[in-house]
């Protein structure tokens, strides 16, 4: 018996040595998760919900008012974003109107790059689609339609991408920034997919399934889309603004009924701890320039 406790007690030092390893990754790993957001630099734009823009620079963890609005943006110079009918130019100092619609007319999702902005806008029972041009201040309508246009995003190659309600479904279309005819993408069943963003060949879909947002992302080649990781059915993913191909700044609800700013990498999301507490919280663009 002697002999039989004197064999088991290195393997219970062993057990206990295991024991400790584990916590000790756990907790590192947890650190480490924390690291992906206290780490992360450049700036953020997002609207709180009571329509206002903000930008937060994730280097000094400060917040900046740009203006009252939603669906910020930055461009070559500066950051756009939209009110109920007019599109504004913020320059690091102040706001000005740069393009309006007529007189009934209201933005319902804006985009931007460089110097090309694109929008929906509704009017009557009409959905459309504009592009405007910031340095040659021209803009031109490149969809109509009766459905219901929910987010437009720019891709690479001047492509548009967006997404319209038909009936209990939603379709993804491309389309040219040099007109031409819509091409059908995908078409998601019993869903709305209400926000969109480009990265890297991808699209990111914020979509509603039964009162419930999930994350996916759309191979554009492949045309194959999957749930990302780090998505549930047990909270909201509303929005999200791509860091880098596989990294991106994600609007939720996971840890409280108030929306928060999360820095989503592989299958994890870690709050960025300053942005939160507020019932409405859409993030839309970052960018990792001084």
Do not use: W
């Not at 080649?221 to 991106?248: G, H, I, P």
Request: overall charge negative; charged content about 25%; proline content about 1%.
């Amino acid at each position: 018996m002697k002999n039989r406790k004197e064999h088991l007690k290195p393997a219970f030092i062993l057990c206990g040595v295991v024991g400790i390893v584990i916590i000790i990754i756990f907790i590192a790993s947890g650190q480490v998760n924390k690291n992906v957001a206290r780490n992360l630099k450049g700036k953020v734009l997002y609207t709180e919900g009571n329509g206002v823009v903000k930008e937060y620079d994730l280097g000094k963890g400060k917040a900046s008012v740009i203006g009252n609005g939603t669906g910020a943006h930055y461009v070559d110079t500066g950051i756009v974003y939209n009110d109920t009918d007019k599109i504004y130019l913020y320059d690091s100092k102040s706001s000005r109107e740069l393009y309006a619609l007529g007189s009934g007319s209201r933005f319902n999702s804006l985009a931007a790059d460089g110097t090309m902005i694109v929008a929906s806008y509704i009017n009557g029972d009409t959905y459309n689609i504009i592009k405007y041009d910031i340095a040659k201040d021209e803009s031109d309508i490149l969809v109509t339609s009766d459905n219901e246009i929910m987010s437009v995003c720019l891709g690479k190659d001047s492509d548009l991408y967006y997404t319209e309600a038909d009936k209990e479904d939603t379709l993804l279309y491309k389309i040219s920034l040099n007109g031409g005819t819509p091409e059908k993408l995908l078409k998601g069943t019993d869903e709305r997919i209400e926000y969109i963003t480009y990265v890297g060949g991808m699209i990111l879909m914020c979509e509603n399934k039964s009162d419930n947002t999930v994350m996916s992302r759309f191979n554009i080649k492949t045309a194959k889309a999957v749930e990302l990781k780090f998505s549930s059915d047990k909270y909201n993913c509303v929005s999200a603004a791509a860091v880098y191909d596989e990294e991106y700044i994600v609007s939720s609800d996971k840890d409280a009924e108030n929306y928060a700013l999360y820095v989503c990498n592989g299958s994890n999301m870690v709050k960025i701890d300053d942005i939160s507490g507020t019932g409405s919280l859409v993030v839309s663009d970052y960018s990792d320039a001084d």
